[in-house]
Nanobody, 122 residues
Framework: QVQLVESGGGSVQAGDSLRLSCAVS????????LGWFRQSPGKEREYVAR????????GHALSVQGRFTISRDNAKNMVYLQMDALKPEDTGVYYC???????????????WGQGTQVTVSS
């Protein structure tokens, strides 16, 4: 059974940092790319960042470039999202997802975690 479990969310002030983690099990981790998405109330799920199987390609949405960094640890079956200089508009539920071929489209990812809430107040 494939499982993705996010952790590390919380409530912070604007300008603060958070590090999200996602533990992945039940699949051949090295053969999957990973992505982070977020969703705010009333909005569609939004692409945040992605990393390919060997971390050869890393991508971040324009809205988070220079502030967020995705990384993966193949030895630990973990994917991370370091979030710095957080803004109120970063508030939402953050999800990690796995797919053989990573894209910026949520519909391309078959496996998802349950999400972790991030709230940034001004």
């Amino acid at each position: 059974q494939v499982q993705l479990v996010e952790s590390g969310g919380g409530s912070v002030q604007a300008g603060d940092s958070l590090r999200l983690s996602c533990a992945v099990s039940g699949l051949s981790f090295r053969d999957y790319g990973l992505g982070w998405f977020r969703q705010s109330p009333g909005k569609e799920r939004e692409y945040v960042a992605r990393v390919t199987t060997n971390a050869g390609v890393v991508g971040h949405a324009l809205s988070v470039q220079g502030r967020f960094t995705i990384s993966r640890d193949n030895a630990k079956n973990m994917v991370y999202l370091q979030m710095d200089a957080l803004k109120p508009e970063d508030t939402g539920v953050y999800y990690c997802a796995a797919a053989v071929a990573t894209t910026t489209q949520a519909s391309d990812y078959p496996y998802w975690g349950q999400g972790t809430q991030v709230t940034v107040s001004s």
